[in-house]
């Protein structure tokens, strides 16, 4: 599995796995990141983050390689700013998000599709996540919003009350849309069959990648499926339990103290002592 480094693709999550508390990179981690690239190694993120929401974290790390996003709706290329993929959600999205609001009030959220954000209700949580992605959505109704390239649809409410939504999804039965919680706060509409596991085996198609070894890294539910999907499944020491009992590896340090320079430190001794 691990005797080329040059044929090894590693996919960090990144709020809590690649981004400490503090939404930064440690210094410990970049240098492995670098340490990792300059062997020949290859680093990417694979991301819930739209393209505008991506920009302010484009400085902090020079990734060469695809980016997986949308949790799993689209892979874009940067270096050619070039959508590679994209699983847009079916037109029925609209209905079935009237219906949530309808049955869910307290909830808030926001369409993302491939050209911007349209948050169509706008409580605190869904403030605060505007705040942490730095953009400047557009606020329209939800019948307002744009048919067609909506890629996934984000509902954000107290923690409290995501077992709600939950629950209201699951009695419904919708069809062509899953959902997914992707933090304590959120709870995501994404196509159905779509997630970062199903954009990994999309990855995995790309020309020039089919005989690599991946590796994904992450701590959420939402991580849990690229885990699956991976070579090698790994979560940071801060992950969710329901993450940890399907990583393959379960690492000493967190987000906080280099959970991901820990994982490229394995690797990378795996490829020099041609491990399987």
Not at 84 to 89: A, F
Request: a negative charge.
């Amino acid at each position: 599995m691990f005797e080329d480094i040059t044929k090894v693709v590693l996919l960090s999550d990144m709020d809590g796995t690649l981004l400490n508390s503090q939404k930064r990179i440690t210094d410990e981690d970049r240098r492995a990141i670098e340490h990792f690239t300059a062997l020949g190694g290859h680093f990417t993120v694979a991301t819930g983050r739209t393209l505008q929401s991506f920009e302010q974290y484009r400085s902090l790390i020079e990734l060469r390689s695809p980016i997986i996003m949308y949790n799993g709706g689209a892979i874009y290329d940067y270096d050619k700013e070039e959508m590679l993929y994209v699983k847009p959600l079916p037109d029925e999205a609209k209905s079935i998000a009237s219906e949530i609001l309808e049955g869910i009030p307290e909830a808030g959220g926001e369409v993302l599709t491939t050209t911007g954000t349209y948050v169509f209700r706008n409580n605190d949580y869904q403030k605060l996540h505007t705040r942490l992605c730095g953009i400047i959505p557009e606020y329209e109704e939800l019948s307002d919003i744009p048919d067609g390239g909506w890629l996934k649809v984000l509902f954000a409410m107290a923690p409290e009350d995501i077992p709600h939504i939950e629950l209201f999804v699951r009695q419904k039965k919708y069809r062509g849309v899953s959902f997914v919680k992707s933090a304590e706060i959120f709870c995501e509409m994404l196509p159905a069959g779509v997630s970062k596991g199903s954009a990994l085996a999309e990855y995995r198609r790309l020309p020039g990648k089919e005989d690599f070894t991946f590796v994904a890294v992450g701590d959420f539910d939402n991580d849990i499926e690229m885990l699956r999907e991976a070579d090698l499944g790994a979560c940071p020491a801060n992950s969710e339990d329901s993450v940890k009992a399907e990583a393959d590896l379960v690492l000493r340090n967190s987000c906080e103290d280099g959970a991901v320079a820990e994982l490229i430190g394995y690797i990378i001794d795996k490829c020099e002592n041609k491990g399987s």
